[in-house]
C-alpha cells in the first residue's frame, strides 16, 4: 500500500486558518456563561418531572452530561458519575444526563436507567433539541457549570480516570464557597 | 446531477471566517452581550479503499464549523461553516451549509432556516442529519412553536434538497407544511396529533415523477408508576401526478416498558405497511409511493456497541415490515449486570410466481400482523446475551454472545437460490485500570458466519482485537487487528491492521491519528463513537467542543 502523502500550501492555509479562527473565538470566551437560552431550559425527566438549569445552579453546581445507549464510553462515565453524585449531592451538586438516543431506542433509556438505579437527573432528547442548543456534536460531552452559572469544567469524550477531574474542580468549588 | 462543486452563493468562505474574526475578536462591546459557541470537527484522509477488485485513490478533506450566537434574552444565530472538498461521501461543499434566526420568548419560539424536527417516533415526520451515512434530511423553512406543561403546537413549511445516500448524484426535491400537537390531558398521558402535506419531485432511472402526499397521524404516550408505553398509527396517502395513479399505506410503531429496581424489560412493536409490492415492483429503491425520505420510524432492532455487530446484515424495510423486539436489562448487584435482546422481523404476505404469465399473485397471510420465522416471508431474528461485571471501581470485564439470521427469500426461483446469513459473534472486553490515570482495554469480538451467496467460502470466520492504552484524560494509544478467513470479501482484503494515536488538550479538543486499514464500522476511540467507512490510509481528525 502506498498512500500518496501531499500536504499543499492550500491545505496548509485551510488548517491553520479555520484553527486560528476558532481558537481566537475561544481566548475570549474565558467566561462563558449560561446564556439566556440554556438558563431559561427547563427540561423533562423521565419520571415526567421538570427541572430548571437555572434553578439548579442557584442551589449548587451542576453538571450537564450527554450521553447514548450506543455509546459505550458514556455508559462507563455514568457509573461513575453516580459514585461522584452520592459523594456530593448532599452539599447541592446536581447532574443531568441528557440522554441522545433518536426514536431508534429512546423506549429503552428507562429499562436501562431503572437496571442501573441511577439517582440523578435523566432526560431524553431524541430530536437533539437540547444538544444543538449546548452546539454537542460528540459524546460523551459534559459541562460543569457553578453557581453562578459559569463553565467551569467541560469534557468530550471519556477515558477511565477522567472522573477524577470532575471530583477535582468540585472540591475547589466547595472550598471556595467554604 | 454530476458531483459538481457548490459554493456558497454570497461570499467566499475566507472572508466569511475574517469577518466573524473581526466580528468576535475585536468588537469589545459585542462580546459583552453576546454568547457564543462554538462546535468544530476537522477530518482528513489520504489513501485507498478497495472494492470488488479495484482499488481507488481517496482524499478527503472536511472542515465543518457549528456556530451559535445569543443575543439575550430571545434571540440566536446560528450557522454551519463546511469545508468538504474533497468529499469522502456525498457532493462536495464550501461556504455556508446551514444557517438560521431564531426567537425565543417564554413559551413561544420561531425559526426561519435551517432546522430538524420528529412528530412522536417519526413515522409521519422525521427529519435529521447522519454524516457518517451521508444522509440529510433538514429542511429550509419556517418552524414555530408553543410549548407549555399541557400542550404543545408546532407548524413548519420549507423544502428538502434530499441527495439519496446510496445514489448520491440522484437529489429528491420536497415542500412540506405540516403541523402537530401534544396535549397532556393528566399527568402522565398525552395524546399528539400530525398532519404532514408534502409534494415531492422524484428522479427516476428513467425521468421523474411528481407526487402529492399526505400523512395524517395520531399516537400517545403513557406514563403510569412502572409502567410506560408510546402508539402511534399513521397513514400516507400518495397522488402520482405524473400518471394520476394514487396509493395509500400505514405503519404502526408501539412500545411497552416496565421498570423495577434494578431491572427494566422493553418491547417494541413495528407493523410498517407504507408500500406493499410484489418482487418485481418492490426492489426500485427510488419509486414514489415508497416510505418517504422525510419519515423515520424506529427500526426496532437493536444498536449495538461492539463493532462486528454493527454491521448490520438486515436493512429495515419499512414499507413491507412487521417485527418486534424485546430488551431486558437487569442488575444482579451493583457490580453485575445482564443484558438480553431478542428481535424477529418479516415480509406480511406471500407472493406466488406463474412461470406461464411470469406474473405473481399476492396471497395473503391472516396474521400478517405478527412476524413470523418461515422462510417464504423474508424474515430476520437475532439474539443478544452480555453480561458486565465490574470487579473493581473501573476495571470490568464483559461477555457477550449474539446469533442472528437473515433470508432474503427468491420468490422467483424459490428457495434455492435464496440468500440466507447466519453469523454467530462472541464479543469480550476486558478493562483494567493499572493506576488512576493509566488504563488498558483489550476486546476480542469473534464471528462465525454463514453467507449462500459466497461461493468460494460459505462458512468463514472473522476476528476483531483491539487493544487501547489511555492515560487519562490526554492519552489514547490503540491498535485493531481484524483477520477473516472470507476470501470473497469485497474489499479483496482478510487482514486489516490500524495504529491510532489520540491526544486531548484544553478540556474539549480531542485529536486522533491513525494509519493502516480499517474496516469500518462503529468504532469508540480516543473516548468517542463514531461510524467509520472502510479506509486504507493516513486519517487525521480534530474535535473542538467550545
Not at chain 1, 461513575?80 to 444526563?97: E, T
Not at chain 2, 479503499?49 to 443575543?71: A, H, K, M, P
Not at chain 2, 395513479?245 to 427494566?264: C, E, Q, R, T
Amino acid at each position: 500500500m502506498k498512500p500518496t502523502f501531499s500536504l499543499s500550501k492550500l491545505f496548509l492555509r485551510f488548517l491553520v486558518y479555520r484553527f486560528a479562527a476558532t481558537l481566537a473565538m475561544t481566548t475570549m470566551l474565558l467566561s462563558y456563561s449560561l446564556s439566556q437560552e440554556h438558563q431559561n431550559l427547563v427540561i423533562q425527566t423521565l419520571n415526567g418531572n421538570e427541572v430548571s438549569l437555572k434553578e439548579l445552579t442557584s442551589k449548587g453546581p451542576v453538571l450537564v452530561n450527554f450521553w447514548a445507549l450506543w455509546c459505550e464510553p458514556c455508559k462507563l462515565e455514568m457509573k461513575q458519575l453516580q459514585s461522584i453524585y452520592n459523594q456530593y449531592k448532599d452539599k447541592g451538586f446536581s447532574i443531568v444526563a441528557i440522554n441522545q438516543d433518536n426514536q431508534k431506542s429512546v423506549s429503552k433509556v428507562s429499562s436501562y436507567i431503572s437496571s442501573q438505579e441511577y439517582s440523578f437527573y435523566i432526560s431524553t432528547d431524541s430530536d437533539g433539541e437540547i444538544a444543538q442548543q449546548f452546539n454537542v456534536q460528540n459524546i460523551p460531552f459534559s459541562l460543569l457549570f457553578d453557581t453562578n452559572g459559569m463553565i467551569v469544567y467541560k469534557a468530550l469524550g471519556y477515558k477511565p480516570g477522567d472522573e477524577k477531574k470532575i471530583e477535582e474542580e468540585l472540591e475547589i468549588l466547595f472550598s471556595t464557597k467554604e | 446531477m454530476s458531483r459538481a462543486k457548490k459554493k456558497c452563493e454570497l461570499l467566499p468562505d475566507d472572508l466569511i471566517s475574517v469577518i466573524l474574526f473581526l466580528l468576535l475578536y475585536t468588537q469589545h462591546s459585542l462580546t459583552q452581550t453576546i454568547v457564543p459557541s462554538v462546535s468544530n470537527i476537522l477530518r482528513y484522509g489520504n489513501g485507498e479503499r478497495g472494492f470488488v477488485g479495484s482499488t481507488q485513490q481517496v482524499s478527503y478533506f472536511e472542515n465543518l464549523t457549528d456556530i451559535r450566537l445569543n443575543f439575550p434574552p430571545s434571540v440566536t444565530i446560528g450557522f454551519r461553516l463546511l469545508t468538504d472538498d474533497p468529499p469522502e461521501i456525498g457532493d462536495s461543499f464550501q461556504g455556508i451549509q446551514r444557517r438560521f434566526v431564531e426567537f425565543r420568548q417564554d413559551n413561544f419560539s420561531l425559526r426561519a432556516g435551517n432546522f430538524n424536527e420528529m412528530f412522536g417516533r417519526g413515522l409521519a415526520l422525521n427529519l435529521f442529519e447522519n454524516r457518517g451515512l451521508a444522509y440529510d434530511s433538514w429542511m429550509d423553512g419556517v418552524k414555530a412553536q408553543y410549548k407549555t406543561s399541557f400542550i404543545s403546537a408546532t407548524i413548519l413549511g420549507g423544502t428538502i434538497n434530499f441527495r439519496d445516500s446510496v445514489t448520491i448524484a440522484r437529489h429528491e426535491l420536497y415542500k412540506i407544511r405540516a403541523g402537530n400537537i401534544e396535549m397532556n390531558l393528566i399527568k402522565g398521558f398525552m395524546i399528539g396529533i400530525s398532519f404532514v402535506d408534502a409534494s415531492g419531485f422524484i428522479p427516476q432511472f428513467v425521468g421523474s415523477k411528481t407526487i402529492k402526499a399526505e400523512i395524517p397521524e395520531i399516537y400517545s404516550q403513557f406514563q403510569f408508576s412502572s409502567v410506560s408505553g408510546f402508539i402511534g398509527y399513521a397513514h400516507k396517502w400518495t397522488n402520482v401526478l405524473t400518471d394520476t395513479s394514487s396509493h395509500n399505506g400505514d405503519g404502526v410503531y408501539a412500545a411497552l416498558s416496565y421498570k423495577g429496581k434494578g431491572f427494566g424489560i422493553t418491547m417494541d412493536y413495528k407493523d410498517y405497511r407504507y408500500d406493499i409490492l410484489d418482487p418485481f415492483d418492490r426492489g426500485a429503491s427510488e419509486r414514489s409511493t415508497r416510505m418517504l425520505p422525510f419519515q423515520n420510524a424506529p427500526i426496532v432492532q437493536k444498536e449495538f456497541n461492539y463493532t462486528l455487530l454493527t454491521r448490520a446484515l438486515h436493512q429495515v424495510d419499512f414499507n413491507d415490515e412487521v417485527g418486534f423486539q424485546i430488551e431486558g436489562y437487569y442488575s444482579l448487584s451493583s457490580s453485575t449486570m445482564i443484558n438480553l435482546n431478542g428481535s424477529i422481523a418479516s415480509r406480511h404476505h406471500y407472493y406466488d410466481y406463474n412461470e406461464k404469465t411470469f406474473l405473481f399473485t399476492e396471497r395473503k397471510r391472516n396474521s400478517s400482523f405478527l412476524p413470523t420465522p418461515e422462510k417464504r416471508l423474508s424474515p430476520y431474528w437475532e439474539l443478544f446475551f452480555e453480561a458486565e461485571h465490574y470487579f473493581e471501581e473501573t476495571s470490568a470485564i464483559r461477555f457477550g454472545a449474539a446469533r442472528r439470521e437473515n433470508i432474503l427469500y427468491n420468490d422467483f426461483t424459490g428457495a434455492q437460490f435464496s440468500h440466507t446469513q447466519q453469523a454467530t459473534i462472541i464479543p469480550l472486553q476486558l478493562q483494567y485500570s493499572l493506576t488512576q490515570e493509566y488504563s488498558i482495554i483489550v476486546q476480542t469480538e469473534n464471528e462465525f458466519a454463514y453467507d449462500s451467496y459466497n461461493t468460494s467460502n460459505e462458512h468463514y470466520y472473522t476476528q476483531l482485537l483491539t487493544i487501547i492504552f489511555t492515560r487519562s484524560p490526554n492519552i489514547s494509544i490503540a491498535t485493531r487487528y481484524e483477520h477473516t478467513t472470507n476470501t470473497a470479501d469485497p474489499s479483496n482484503r482478510q487482514d486489516w491492521l490500524v495504529g491510532e494515536v489520540g491526544y486531548t488538550f484544553g478540556q474539549s479538543h480531542t485529536t486522533t491519528i491513525s494509519y493502516g486499514k480499517e474496516r469500518g464500522g462503529q468504532i469508540c476511540s480516543n473516548g468517542v463513537c463514531q461510524y467509520q467507512l472502510p479506509f486504507e490510509g493516513i486519517r487525521f481528525s480534530l474535535r473542538s467542543q467550545i
